[in-house]
Structures are given as structure tokens and as C-alpha cells.
């Protein structure tokens, strides 16, 4: 099913270091930060026959290499999706919607 699918893509998109989270993708906008709640957030999938296209939608860490996280999204999505299912994925397509920026710590203000 699409959301099995979905939900392996979701959590294989999350493994990788410098994604802090996912978003609702181009309608819902920049959403807040998700845990294990719904992975299927942020992730869209078209299945067609053994054929898997995915759409992911990540919040990046501040200060990550963009180009290097994508890459690495788009090769733990795929082989996950594929070492669990026997499906095909002919695309991956990761779309950054945000970056998530470090919250100041309120104890070192007050030291300064």
C-alpha cells in the first residue's frame, strides 16, 4: 500500500544526519516538526505496477551540506524501499522546504 510505503520512506529519510524533520510538502507549507507520529507526513508516492516514484519534503539542520543530504536521502530511501518491498523506485526527488535554525540557549545569554 502507498502508506506502508510512505512510512518506510519517511523513517529512512529521517536516519540521515542533518534532516531534522519532515513538512506537509508544497500545500501544507512549512509544518511543524514531526516525531514518530505520522512519517507518512511529508512523503508522497505514486506506485505504478513494481514502479515507486517518491516526492520527500525534509527540514534541513542549519549549517548541513544541502547538496550531500540529498544525495544521502535519496540513496537510504531507495534501498529501504527496496530491501523491504521487491518494488522498483525509478525516482526520488527530495525537496527542501526548510531549515531548522538553532535555538538560542537562554542559560549562556544570561552569562554574557
Known amino acids: 500500500s502507498d502508506d506502508v510505503i510512505a512510512i518506510i520512506a519517511g523513517v529512512a529519510a529521517t536516519e540521515v544526519k542533518g534532516v531534522v524533520g519532515m513538512s506537509g510538502g508544497i500545500t501544507g507549507g512549512i509544518t511543524e516538526l514531526l516525531g514518530m507520529k505520522n512519517m507518512s507526513k511529508g ?43 521487491a518494488l522498483n523506485v525509478i525516482e526520488t526527488n527530495v525537496n527542501i522546504q526548510g531549515v531548522s535554525l538553532p535555538k538560542e540557549n537562554k542559560e549562556d545569554k544570561k552569562q554574557d
Open 43 to 85: 512523503v508522497k508516492v505514486e506506485l505504478n505496477n513494481d514502479e515507486i516514484k517518491v516526492d520527500l519534503f525534509i527540514i534541513v539542520e542549519y549549517g548541513s551540506n544541502i547538496a550531500q543530504i540529498g544525495k544521502e536521502v535519496q540513496r537510504n530511501v531507495k534501498a529501504s524501499i527496496e530491501n523491504m518491498t
